[in-house]
């Protein structure tokens, strides 16, 4: 690996040891986080020690791949057909969330059912709770081209039992079309101040600064623990605060970098594209709105790059930048942007045979090994991949921008808590957005997520 490559995933190594939680699936999940599969499910440990070299299949076998991002849904179907047509004896069946389903809860349904899938798409946070259903990956070839960290969150009992699909990010995604005619340089904002007089540009151009989406799991798990992301590039220093706050030994409303992200927030909402109605704005349009070129700026994170260029014509001039959290641009998190592993696959080995397993490993293999799986995964699902051995680059401007954060070490922990967290926050997000609270309210309502004992 050069030296360029190592420099590019070793900036990621804090990012992936976090292990903090979950990432990007757009529904509530359920606090209670004991998978209960039925009480006829074999043991994934009694399943293993039904030994078989993992070959490719010489009898047809047919598994089944829960996935959790829906936006990649059609891509993952056109790789399933890819795959089988160079593996004729394998036929993987990509089968969506329920809308309104989390992951977790549709999971835990079909294990109940003893109808578990040969694969399925996870947060990270919720991988623990079906270990016991699990395979061991720990001796797959992959396990040693996986970049620093990313397998850290991905451990039980000594054991890895999932593998890295995702590495994502988030902040403001700007068209630059509409910043240039409005003579905004992205690169220039660094500070709260700064970003506002942006927003002024835009709207004294005709157009809107910003689009808020008020969906919970946008504010709860991505904006609002973007204060914890710039906490420090330390990520002992980041657990400290988590751990202080869990044990009621530090305060919210006492955090200068919470209030910091607030007060850009603030700011963000006076220039709000539906300021009028700030909870009538939806993640179903306003790829749109950013697309051609209504507002300028989006909050939310590489992977609406699928939903933007929809509408965004040949226009391929769209990045990222922070979201300030403080007038003073040297403060931490002014030019880092949060990046994390965000979703990873596990493998059943309780209620699906061992020539499904075998199966099921044949299939990330070729994601991770083969060509038109690293294409499949790159430049069709737009995903930055969390393999060291993966050298295409991705195609999307949104992938692009983050990479290029990597490459110059400008990237934070990406600090991802429960679904809870992302619920209970995401919840007094709105309403603060919506103007149905005040800052005091804001952070009564957070404290008592921190006092309910979910962080662990």
């Given at each position: 690996?050069?030296?360029?490559?190592?420099?590019?995933?070793?900036?990621?190594l804090?990012?992936g040891?976090?292990?903090?939680?979950?990432?990007?699936?757009?529904s509530n999940?359920?606090?209670?986080k004991q998978?209960?599969p039925?009480a006829t499910?074999?043991?994934?440990?009694?399943?293993e020690?039904?030994t078989?070299?993992?070959?490719?299949?010489s009898d047809?076998?047919?598994?089944?791949f829960l996935?959790?991002?829906g936006e990649?849904q059609?891509?993952?179907?056109?790789?399933?057909t890819?795959?089988?047509a160079?593996?004729?004896?394998?036929?993987v069946e990509?089968?969506?969330?329920?809308?309104?389903?989390s992951?977790?809860?549709m999971?835990?349904?079909?294990?109940?059912?003893?109808?578990?899938?040969?694969l399925?798409?996870?947060?990270?946070?919720d991988?623990s709770?079906f270990?016991?259903?699990l395979?061991?990956?720990?001796q797959?070839k992959?396990?040693?081209?996986?970049?620093?960290?990313?397998?850290?969150s991905?451990?039980?009992?000594?054991?890895?039992?999932?593998?890295?699909?995702?590495v994502?990010?988030?902040?403001?995604i700007?068209?630059?079309n509409v910043?240039?005619?409005?003579?905004?340089d992205?690169?220039?904002?660094?500070?709260?101040?700064?970003?506002e007089?942006?927003?002024?540009?835009?709207?004294a151009?005709?157009k809107s600064?910003?689009?808020?989406?008020?969906?919970?799991?946008?504010?709860g798990?991505?904006?609002?623990?973007?204060?914890f992301?710039?906490?420090?590039?330390?990520?002992?220093?980041i657990?400290?605060?988590?751990?202080?706050l869990?044990?009621?030994k530090?305060?919210i409303k006492?955090?200068?970098?919470?209030?910091?992200?607030?007060?850009t927030?603030?700011?963000?909402?006076?220039?709000?594209?539906?300021k009028?109605?700030?909870?009538?704005?939806?993640?179903?349009?306003n790829?749109?709105?950013?697309g051609?070129?209504?507002?300028g700026?989006?909050?939310?994170?590489?992977?609406?790059?699928?939903?933007?260029?929809?509408?965004?014509?040949d226009?391929?001039?769209?990045?990222?930048?922070?979201?300030?959290?403080?007038n003073?641009e040297a403060?931490?998190?002014?030019?880092?942007?949060?990046?994390a592993?965000?979703?990873?696959?596990?493998?059943?080995?309780s209620?699906?045979?061992?020539?499904?397993?075998?199966?099921?490993?044949v299939?990330?293999?070729?994601?991770?090994?083969q060509e038109?799986?690293?294409?499949?995964l790159?430049?069709?699902?737009?995903?930055?991949p969390a393999?060291t051995?993966?050298?295409?680059?991705?195609?999307?401007?949104?992938?692009?921008?983050?990479?290029?954060?990597?490459?110059?070490?400008?990237?934070s922990?990406?600090?991802?808590?429960?679904?809870?967290?992302?619920?209970?926050?995401?919840?007094a997000?709105?309403?603060?957005?919506?103007?149905?609270?005040?800052?005091e309210?804001?952070?009564?309502?957070?404290s008592?997520?921190?006092?309910?004992?979910?962080?662990?």
């Amino acid at each position: 690996m050069s030296k360029s490559k190592l420099k590019r995933w070793s900036v990621l190594l804090l990012c992936g040891s976090m292990a903090l939680g979950v990432g990007c699936s757009k529904s509530n999940e359920s606090s209670d986080k004991q998978a209960k599969p039925n009480a006829t499910t074999q043991s994934a440990t009694e399943t293993e020690n039904k030994t078989e070299t993992k070959t490719e299949a010489s009898d047809p076998v047919k598994i089944s791949f829960l996935n959790s991002k829906g936006e990649i849904q059609e891509q993952l179907e056109t790789m399933a057909t890819t795959f089988t047509a160079e593996n004729p004896n394998i036929t993987v069946e990509v089968i969506p969330c329920a809308a309104g389903q989390s992951p977790f809860e549709m999971l835990t349904t079909l294990y109940a059912a003893n109808n578990a899938p040969a694969l399925a798409m996870l947060d990270p946070a919720d991988v623990s709770a079906f270990k016991e259903n699990l395979g061991d990956l720990s001796q797959e070839k992959w396990v040693n081209d996986t970049m620093p960290g990313a397998l850290d969150s991905l451990k039980a009992d000594d054991k890895i039992i999932g593998f890295p699909f995702a590495v994502e990010g988030w902040g403001l995604i700007y068209n630059k079309n509409v910043l240039d005619e409005a003579n905004v340089d992205p690169t220039t904002i660094n500070t709260t101040a700064k970003l506002e007089e942006a927003f002024q540009k835009i709207e004294a151009n005709g157009k809107s600064g910003v689009i808020i989406t008020p969906a919970d799991w946008s504010l709860g798990a991505h904006l609002f623990t973007t204060a914890f992301s710039d906490q420090s590039s330390n990520t002992s220093d980041i657990k400290k605060v988590l751990e202080e706050l869990s044990t009621n030994k530090a305060n919210i409303k006492d955090n200068v970098v919470v209030n910091g992200l607030l007060d850009t927030f603030d700011v963000m909402k006076k220039y709000n594209y539906a300021k009028a109605d700030p909870l009538s704005a939806a993640y179903e349009t306003n790829p749109k709105q950013l697309g051609e070129g209504e507002v300028g700026f989006w909050f939310m994170g590489n992977w609406a790059w699928a939903n933007i260029k929809e509408f965004a014509g040949d226009n391929t001039n769209f990045g990222f930048i922070p979201v300030p959290i403080s007038n003073n641009e040297a403060d931490y998190g002014n030019t880092q942007l949060p990046v994390a592993t965000t979703k990873a696959i596990v493998l059943d080995a309780s209620q699906n045979s061992i020539e499904q397993q075998n199966a099921a490993k044949v299939f990330l293999d070729w994601i991770v090994y083969q060509e038109n799986g690293q294409k499949g995964l790159v430049q069709e699902c737009s995903i930055i991949p969390a393999f060291t051995n993966i050298s295409i680059e991705i195609n999307d401007p949104l992938g692009k921008s983050i990479q290029q954060y990597i490459k110059d070490g400008k990237t934070s922990n990406g600090v991802m808590l429960s679904n809870k967290h992302w619920a209970d926050v995401g919840a007094a997000m709105q309403k603060y957005l919506g103007n149905y609270s005040e800052r005091e309210e804001l952070f009564s309502t957070i404290s008592e997520y921190w006092a309910s004992g979910d962080y662990k």
